[in-house]
């Protein structure tokens, strides 16, 4: 059982706020709404395929992937691949009618919370450089920029690559502390 299944097991604090409900994502959620979400939130979204290719990662100890509900319904989703130590966000996405009610920072603070049980020194992703949002929401949790990847997107738009690092540190699980009791008042 994974350190994200035993917090949610407890159903406490990591899990909950404004109602919404964080569990490990399983195939069933793809049909579920994790595919809706996918086709509204990406030019070129993730095909079944590709998300099923990960969820199968899953068993191996590489990824780790989420789904939020609210009501039971699925309002998001967020994954995390383990490589060469260190966390990569691979996939983050909040239903368009359910943004900007902490969904997305809830889902960063479960996926935080794993890259640091797995030992993680740091994490890192790529964020459209026309994601202002997402970059903002990345910038409270430490990321910051330290490079471009040229038409990365559709070979089109350049990716900033963001990387947080010391996530070991005492500093930063103060810093996720802080950002989790925003979520608890605000629930
Ligand atoms: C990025 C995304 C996951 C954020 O989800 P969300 O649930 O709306 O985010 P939250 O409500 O938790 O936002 C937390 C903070 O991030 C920042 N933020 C998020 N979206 C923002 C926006 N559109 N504009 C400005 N700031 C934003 C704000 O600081 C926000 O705090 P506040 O609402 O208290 O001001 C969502 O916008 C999304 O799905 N986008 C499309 C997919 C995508 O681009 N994913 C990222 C791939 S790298």
Not at 27 to 33: V, Y
Not at 168 to 173: F, I, K, L, M, V
């Amino acid at each position: 059982m994974s350190v994200i299944e035993r917090l949610l097991g407890r159903s406490g604090a990591n899990s909950r706020g404004h109602g919404v409900v964080l569990t490990p994502m399983r195939k069933r959620d793809l049909r579920a709404g994790v595919m809706q979400i996918e086709a509204q939130c990406y030019p070129r979204p993730w095909s079944a395929n590709v998300f099923a290719g990960e969820l199968e990662q899953v068993r191996s100890g590489t990824r780790t992937y989420l789904v939020a509900r609210r009501h039971g319904v699925i309002v998001g989703y967020g994954g995390l691949w383990f490589a060469a130590g260190e966390a990569h966000v691979t996939n983050i996405a909040v239903d368009p009618r359910m943004r900007r009610h902490g969904i997305g920072r809830q889902l960063l603070l479960a996926l935080a919370d794993e890259a640091i049980a797995r030992s993680c020194p740091a994490w890192t992703l790529e964020v459209r450089v026309s994601s202002h949002g997402a970059q903002e929401l990345y910038r409270e949790f430490g990321f910051e920029p330290a490079g471009v990847r040229t038409r990365y997107y559709e070979n089109v738009e350049d990716a900033i690559v963001m990387w947080c690092h010391d996530i070991q540190s005492g500093a930063y699980r103060r810093r996720l502390d802080e950002i989790r009791q925003g979520v608890t008042d605000a629930s």
